[in-house]
């Protein structure tokens, strides 16, 4: 297993592309702390259901499912993850549990759907309080471990294909991912001399609460969005999953700074696809 003795700190991992990530980390060898303002999910039950999903999901492209047995694998600390004590926390927990924390992946996410001139300033900086300054607080915290006991580990960020596309009423969650990027970049230039390694994955629409929320409120909005997918369907939370374990795992040892985008080919396209009636 490709996440064998890694000890990985989580964000956001309570549903969604977090959930999934945290239970992919911990079926392939990994030791996960998760950092949530929400309760512990029954992970039994949502490493089931995930199970279920990526089997569906690769039978539509004749691959085999993977198992998952996880939850023995995973702590959980219910906090804040805006706040730097959090951070600190988080940190403390993993040296106790793991002696050392050689991972970390910054998932926490948002959203606030609002007209541009009706925004107000205490929602725009909600939003970039989880999606963007966790991400440097988590980041800084966990890389002055690293660095101090000379850890060559990996920090993943959840970007979004919104951080270079638009969506007129989204502006806090587009302005944070556009911020990740370059967070994901910065961060790895000035890691690099300590063998750490810093990259983030770019999802398209993937079935989860959060894009039910936000983008597909109808069967039109649906369409929409299909439309402009080429593999014609949503992507699942699992599919992202297995880009961060990717980026996490020594498979990933000559690549940083980089964003992928899981997103069935969107950012690619420049037209929309036609819909089967």
Known sequence: MRLNNRHIIVTGGAQGIG?????RFASEGAKVLV??????????????DLAQED??????????PDPYQVASNIEWLQADVADRSTAKAALAMGIRLWGRVDGLLNNAGIIHGCHFLELKDEDFDRVLNVNLRSYFIF????????????IQGAIVNMSSVNALLAIPDQLPYAVSKGGVNQLTRVSAMSLAEHGIRVNAVGPGTIATELARKAVMQSEQARRKILSRTPLLRLGEPDEVAQVASFLMSEQASYLTGQIIYP????????????QPD
Do not use: F
């Open 55 to 64: 089997a569906e999901s690769k039978r539509l492209v004749n691959m085999e």
């Open 139 to 150: 980041s800084q915290v966990i890389a002055m471990h690293m660095v101090a006991e000379g």
């Open 35 to 48: 950092v949530d303002k929400q309760e512990a999910p029954d992970l039994d039950r949502a490493s089931e």
């Open 19 to 23: 959930l999934a990530c945290a239970l």
């Open 263 to 274: 997103d069935g080919g969107r950012m690619a396209l420049n037209y929309t696809v036609p």
